[in-house]
Structures are given as C-alpha cells and as structure tokens.
C-alpha cells in the first residue's frame, strides 16, 4: 500500500523537443527523436561497464514526484534512474567536474566511495546482458550501493509505452508503473552521513544492447508526509 503524495507545484517540465537540458556521459548515444523525444542507446557494453547516462541538468530539490514516459526497444541490459545525485562536499556532477574523480560510465564511478557521490538509484526492466529478466527491481543508495529496498519490475515488454512516477520524501522513496504502485524504500540510515537530499535526476542504460525513448519529463514538488516519520516501514 502506497503513501499518497499530491503533486504540488510544476518545478520543471520538458517536452524533449531539445535536448538542451540533458548532459551526455559516458557511451552510447543521446538523440532528438523526430517530433520530440530522447532516444538513449547504450549497444556492446555489459552490466558493471561504460554505460549511456543523461543528466538532467538543474538541480532537484528534496520533496519530489519525478515522471515521464519510456519505451525500452531492446532488452539487452537495464535501466537506472539516479535521484539526489551531488558530490559528497555539495559539488555539481557536471560544473564542478574539474573537482571530482574523472568519470569514464562505469558503474563504480557513481557509488564507490572513491568518486565522492551521493545518490540513491533504481534500476527496472532489469535483463541481463543475454536478455533474460532477472525478476527484480531494487533501490540502492550511495556511496556503497547498499540495498534500501526492491521489489517486483512491471517494465518488461518491448514497445510498450510506460508511465514512470517516483516520489522522493527524504529517505522514503517509491516507484509507480502506470499509475499502479510497483515497490518502496525506507531508509532512516543517518549514522555515517546525512540521508541523501538534493541533486541531479539520471538516466543510465547498461549492457550489450539496451534502447529507449524517453518522453514527456515533468518534476513536481511535493509535502512531507506525516506517515513517513512514524510507519513509512508499513507501506513497503
């Protein structure tokens, strides 16, 4: 059972009809579809190594509802979306490069702790690089890749059009799959360094052929929920 959050006001909202908002990293391709749309490509890597990545370039704040619609048309690999990702020191992934850890798209170089990055991340329509599901879709939070949470992966057919919506309320995030809720994670883990708040939002595609066109992006800002402080473990 999932907590309800409201969309409040409309921070960002971009119909990819340019791509000016979005940062390339790593391999692949990032193209303008014709009409409007991201196409990201990510053709003969595997899991673990060089991925296609797109930042969405201004900074999310804490209290979000992030949505858009993909459609995956090869499942030679996974998707991952990263949220409240920022150097550990505040620093901005894409303008503040020069003080980070060189990043070539592996995945060690967005949660070892050598690169110095906060984020939390999820990954869906999760096929191994052979194309097989690996029935499962997980939150994990850096540094550390530590898991936070995971659940069912509804993203598994080709050609489909999907609608994707997360909400992030601190350390209480959930993944909605057309409208219906997918999965949660609680994570209240403050013992090492603070829950990770504000950040870039991220599209990694990984392995020997993963595609997928990205449509229709929009941030909403959202309220803190008064369940998350005392039962947020209840509706995971």
Not at 74 to 95: F, T
């Amino acid at each position: 059972m999932p907590l309800e959050y409201a969309d409040r006001e409309e921070l960002f909202s971009d119909g990819l009809t340019d791509l000016a908002n979005w940062h390339h990293e790593g391999v692949g391709t990032m193209e303008l579809l014709p009409g409007g749309g991201m196409r990201l490509h990510c053709l003969g890597s595997r899991q673990g190594e060089e991925a296609c990545l797109a930042f969405f370039r201004p900074d999310l704040p804490d209290r979000v509802a992030v949505s858009y619609d993909i459609i995956i048309h090869s499942h030679g690999g996974l998707v991952i979306n990263y949220i409240a990702l920022r150097g550990l020191k505040g620093e901005d992934v894409i303008r503040d490069s020069d003080r980070l850890e060189s990043r070539t798209g592996v995945m060690k170089n967005y949660y070892a702790a050598k690169w110095g990055l906060q984020s939390y991340h999820l990954s869906f329509s999760r096929f191994n690089d052979r194309g097989m599901h690996t029935n499962t879709s997980n939150w994990r939070r850096n540094p550390g890749a530590r898991l936070v949470g995971h659940g069912d992966d509804p993203v598994r057919e080709l050609g489909r059009r999907y609608r994707i919506r997360l909400t992030k309320d601190a350390g209480f995030l959930q993944f909605f799959v057309d409208g219906a809720f997918a999965h949660a994670a609680v994570d209240r883990d403050t013992g090492r360094r603070p829950i990770p708040d504000y950040g870039k939002f991220a599209f990694r595609l990984v392995g020997s052929d993963i595609k997928a066109d990205i449509f229709g992006f929009r941030v909403h800002r959202i309220d803190r929920h008064p369940e998350v402080d005392k039962n947020a473990e209840d509706y995971v």
